[in-house]
């Protein structure tokens, strides 16, 4: 099936299933920011893995990159969060190219959800290709995108005893003066999950750093 032709397939199951009264908490949920069809979680989940089994996962390369990018232009929230839910099934597979189309994805149409969701991509992608961690974040971190910096300083979540300890203490620096919610709750996020493999270690850079209130009051919240 053709990227246009399997996004609007993906659309129309959803359409069908559209429920105004739930899309309207949903949009104020989310600030107004984005249309809903009204699909609670369950709901979108079940749907998109029905279309998934019958129509399958879009081809690495040109056609998985077209139906993603589709899906994030379509105006409906759950078509962005069908395209995750691809990028999930097929991240094995994909080359290091890749993360130039996670790169525009978190720029497209952002906000915590989508760009939180990807970050856990990013994370996975640069386990495959380490050599590209310090040159994509370092110009992440140089530029003035925020979600980019938000996805610097998080895509290490999971690494755990693989986390590069000093590539996250130096970019949680480098926004400490940062008045960005999102940024100073990203750092705080960082450093309470990896305090679950060194507290000793989180600790110590919480009280010899200066850092905004938020970040600390995250960073120690399970100390």
Do not use: N
Not at 36 to 48: A, D, M, Q, R, T
Not at 85 to 101: A, F, M, N, Y
Not at 190 to 204: F, G, H, I, S
């Amino acid at each position: 099936m053709k990227p246009r032709a399997y996004c609007r397939g993906l659309a129309q199951r959803m359409e069908e299933m559209a429920d105004p009264e739930v899309a309207a908490g949903q949009k104020a949920y989310m600030r107004h920011q984005f249309e809903f069809y009204g699909l609670k979680s369950p709901v979108w989940k079940e749907l998109v893995r029905d279309y998934i089994r019958k129509e399958g996962v879009p081809a690495p390369g040109d056609d998985l990159e077209t139906v993603t990018r589709l899906c994030f232009q379509w105006p409906y929230r759950e078509m962005q969060y069908a395209a995750l839910t691809l990028l999930e099934k097929s991240w094995r597979q994909t080359g290091p190219d890749h993360i130039r189309l996670l790169e525009e994805l978190i720029l497209t149409r952002s906000w915590w959800d989508t760009v939180d969701a990807l970050s856990k991509w990013v994370g996975c992608h640069f386990l495959r290709f380490p050599r590209q961690i310090r040159p994509v974040t370092e110009s992440w971190m140089a530029g003035h995108e925020m979600w980019l910096q938000r996805v610097a300083i998080i895509f290490q979540l999971g690494y755990r005893e693989k986390t590069d300890t000093a590539l996250l203490f130096d970019y949680i620096q480098r926004v400490a003066d940062s008045r960005e919610f999102f940024l100073q709750k990203a750092a705080g996020w960082a450093l309470r999950q990896y305090a679950r493999t060194d507290p000793d270690e989180v600790r110590r850079f919480v009280h010899t750093h200066p850092l905004p209130a938020l970040t600390r009051r995250e960073a120690l919240k399970h100390l």
